[in-house]
């Protein structure tokens, strides 16, 4: 059974930054194989996604935080991390890693797409 393990949340004023963190463990197939993603969601609004990464580190973002965010692997730790820069209080949500066996990373930004999820870190930006 596929377990992930979000860390790094926390509470920052805007502009700044935090790094955020997901272990991967129970994977059945070989890490590089999987899409790698974090998703979001706010009070009252709709788990949208943030970023993906797939096979060959290739990346995708949602145009809010293009060019602020950076998502990025480490295959050896089968890890995934979230670089948040210039941090807003829109930004302000909970965050969630979610997985799903696919090289490519088809659809990521729909929720439906992955099978299994962490249980999510918080991050609160304050202006």
């Known amino acids: 059974q596929v377990q992930l393990v979000e860390s790094g949340g926390g509470s920052v004023q805007s502009g700044g930054s935090l790094r955020l963190s997901c272990a991967a463990s129970?994977?059945?197939?070989?890490?590089?194989?999987?899409?790698m993603a974090w998703f979001r969601q706010a009070p009252g609004k709709e788990r949208e996604g943030v970023a993906a990464v797939a096979s060959g580190d290739r990346t995708n973002y949602a145009a809010s935080v293009k060019g602020r965010f950076t998502i990025s692997q480490d295959n050896a730790e089968t890890t995934v991390y979230l670089q948040m820069n210039n941090l807003n209080p829109d930004d302000t949500a909970m965050y969630y890693c979610?997985?799903?066996?696919?090289?490519?990373?088809?659809?990521?930004?729909?929720?439906?797409?992955?099978?299994?999820w962490g249980q999510g870190t918080q991050v609160t930006v304050s202006s």
């Open positions: 979610a997985t799903y066996p696919n090289v490519y990373c088809s659809g990521y930004l729909f929720p439906s797409r992955y099978n299994a």
């Open positions: 129970g994977l059945i197939y070989s890490y590089n194989t999987y899409c």
